[in-house]
């Protein structure tokens, strides 16, 4: 609180006017450093933390099996996460079981998820699963209400058990950024991706990242 003290005044010169009281002020600061805890706890107990983001991944159990399924190479594609958010992506060939000449795309929905989306439906068709609609149809017969939403995710799980389904293959280069990892695994997701695997990429790979960017 502040106060005001009178001191002095009072007295008179010869042939003079009395003086005034000469007033001081002297603030109190104690009533600040309660308020300040009262303002440290109120923040404290009602502020909200930030909750940590983080992805779970749910890897397989280790089975000892003895008869391996075989893929088909034309089952499967490989993506190359490179540089810049690039994506590179190859198929293997059927008949040499060679790399075919690699492909360069982006995240974007044009990009990598159209190729999954498409190559995808062509095996499920290819594979006498017609009875399966693309991905886009379905979200569309659903926001018009033309099919219920139990059937869709029924569909969509169909696709993902198809054993005749896309396998994907995820490799990251050095250079590429946490980010696109986080990125790709979103597009799995997205484009009802069943199975795919994160493997470390091979010294032929990264020449063919450079031989699909162009560099020497």
């Avoid at 540089?83 to 198929?91: A, G």
């Avoid at 690699?102 to 998820?113: A, C, D, E, M």
């Avoid at 659903?142 to 569909?155: F, G, H, L, T």
Wanted: hydrophobic share 40%; net charge positive; with cysteine.
């Amino acid at each position: 609180m502040a106060e005001i003290e009178g001191g002095g005044g009072g007295h008179h010169k010869k042939g003079g006017k009395p003086k005034g009281k000469k007033m001081s002020t002297r603030v109190d600061f104690t009533p600040m450093v309660d308020l300040g805890f009262l303002l440290i706890t109120f923040f404290m107990l009602t502020t909200s933390m930030n909750k940590a983001k983080t992805m779970e991944i749910n890897m397989p159990v280790k089975e000892d099996i003895k008869d391996p399924q075989p893929i088909k190479a034309s089952q499967a594609i490989t993506l190359l996460l490179a540089e810049n958010d690039k994506i590179v992506y190859y198929f293997i060939n059927e008949k040499s079981g060679e790399p075919e000449t690699p492909v360069i795309t982006t995240f974007s929905k044009t990009g990598i998820r159209e190729t999954l989306l498409k190559r995808n439906h062509e095996l499920l068709v290819k594979a006498n699963a017609d009875n399966y609609d693309s991905i886009p149809i379905l979200k569309e017969m659903y926001r018009s209400n033309q099919i219920p939403e139990a059937e869709m995710k029924s569909r969509i799980s169909g696709i993902k058990a198809n054993k005749h389904a896309l396998i994907v293959v995820i490799k990251a280069d050095d250079k590429a950024k946490y980010k696109n990892l986080v990125d790709i695994l979103d597009e799995m997701l997205i484009c009802n991706i069943g199975r795919y695997a994160i493997v470390d990429i091979t010294p032929i790979e990264k020449d063919l990242i450079k031989m699909a960017m162009g560099v020497k």
